[in-house]
């Protein structure tokens, strides 16, 4: 008898099948702390998930001592490792690429720094702020915006820190939504994460909280009903998160998703748009369509922002058009997302968006359809030609 088989288990977990992870029982499996524990941290431990030669090891050795790795074994049991170009390995494990620097990337692209009127917080938009708690998170993108907080080590932001900050949102009147951001806020101790929620619940102005967490993709079973229970008591609460890829909307990743949406917080997807991982419209609608299918509204498509270490990420605005040509009218209007960029140097995020206007004739506007069949559209009479018609009933019944 195989020493992997258990009672009752006629087929091998989805884990099973890495040879390190064969003898982990579901219920540690499923302990988000079992994840934490277990999650690997440097090349080396990667054995036995991808294969990396001596050599390549020792050619990313600057990579990650700049920027750190972090793969729950979770996420890491979704790579193919027989894949070089596998779309999860791509966003948890460094490319050479990574410290390339071609002289505009930035370590600040969004400038959220300069807007910042305390530290951690950005307040950008006349009515919400952002508030960034941690620099913890529990799989770190090798895209990710905020690679320049990295630096500062894997911490929780100080209670006062935490104090400043919810002070500014008291003292500002025109402040009605709070993102909570990081890092992922979702790895704060729980009685600190309730600090933060029941500091800013408490301030009369401010009326929805939203938290960036990408916990649901990479550690689903740390959305416990323990979780989800106390974020609701400080609702109403939205959750933002980052499915980039299909393949990441896997059944635990759907009741994760589901346990949010039972205890009353809506679930949003901002997916980053990424080259050699979601940039073919095919990936963007099979991914927007298993969105839906777990219930989760997609919400932004980014451009992959200007920062330092992510350049080989970076797609031409073209291709995210053709994305937006290839969603609008192919499927549901659900799952399409608005395709943003958020401008480098603090600019904000403006949309772009295919344009479906092709010019104007003489009583209309002609516009083409996802087919590229054209329509005209008639203008609306003008308001001195209105004034001199006859009333409808005068031309339709003669005397
Ligand atoms: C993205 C962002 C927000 C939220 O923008 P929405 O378009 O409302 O989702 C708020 N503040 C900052 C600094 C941001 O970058
Ligand atoms: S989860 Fe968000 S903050 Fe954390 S590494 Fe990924 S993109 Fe950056």
Redesign the pocket.
């Known amino acids: 008898m195989s020493t992997s088989t258990r009672p009752g288990q006629s087929s091998p977990l989805y884990y099973q099948r890495f040879p390190r992870w064969r003898d982990v029982s579901p219920s540690q499996w499923n302990d988000w702390q079992w994840q934490a524990r277990n999650t690997i941290t440097t090349l080396d431990d990667l054995d036995g998930v991808v294969h990396l030669s001596g050599e390549e090891k020792k050619a990313l050795l600057p990579t990650v001592s700049k920027y750190h790795i972090a793969l729950p074994p979770y996420y890491a049991s979704l790579i193919d490792g027989e894949d070089r170009d596998d779309p999860i390995r791509r ?1 948890a494990i460094p490319l050479p690429e990574e410290s390339f620097f071609h002289g505009h990337e930035m370590d600040d692209p969004l400038a959220e720094d300069e807007a910042s009127p305390v530290p951690g917080l950005t307040h950008r938009y006349p009515d919400r702020v952002l508030l960034v708690t941690t620099s ?12 320049r ?2 630096k500062q080590g894997e911490a929780p932001a100080s209670r006062e820190s935490i104090e400043r900050m919810v002070d500014y949102v008291g003292r500002h009147e025109g402040i009605r939504d709070a993102l909570v ?4 806020p979702l790895t704060l101790p729980l009685d600190r994460l309730e600090f933060i929620l029941s500091r800013l619940r408490a301030i009369r102005h401010l009326e929805i909280i939203r938290i ?4 649901p ?2 550690m689903p079973m740390r959305i416990t009903d323990e979780l989800v229970r106390m974020l609701d008591k400080y609702g109403p609460v939205w959750l933002n998160t ?1 499915f980039n890829h299909p393949r990441e909307v896997t059944p635990q990743a759907a009741a994760a998703v589901d346990r949010f949406l039972r205890a009353g917080i809506p679930v949003n997807n901002q997916t ?1 748009l990424l080259k050699g991982i979601n940039e073919q419209p095919a990936t963007m609608i099979a991914l927007n369509q298993a969105l839906l299918r777990a219930k989760i509204r997609p919400y932004y498509l980014f451009q992959c922002d200007l920062v330092v270490g992510a350049e080989h990420f970076r797609t031409s605005i073209e291709s995210g058009l053709a994305i937006m040509e290839g969603l609008r009218g192919h499927t549901s209007g659900l799952a399409i997302p608005s395709y943003v960029i958020d401008l480098p140097g603090g600019g904000g995020k403006v949309p772009i968006s295919p344009n479906y206007i092709v010019g104007r004739s003489e009583g209309g506007l002609i516009l083409r359809n996802y087919e590229g069949r054209t329509f005209t559209y008639p203008d609306p009479p003008a308001a001195a030609d209105q004034a001199a018609r006859e009333p409808a009933e005068f031309v339709s019944s003669p005397a």
Do not use: A, F, N, P
């Open positions: 966003q913890y998170c529990s799989m770190y993108c090798r895209h990710c915006t905020r690679k907080i990295w951001s990081g890092g992922d960036g967490s990408r916990l993709v990479v980052q980053v």
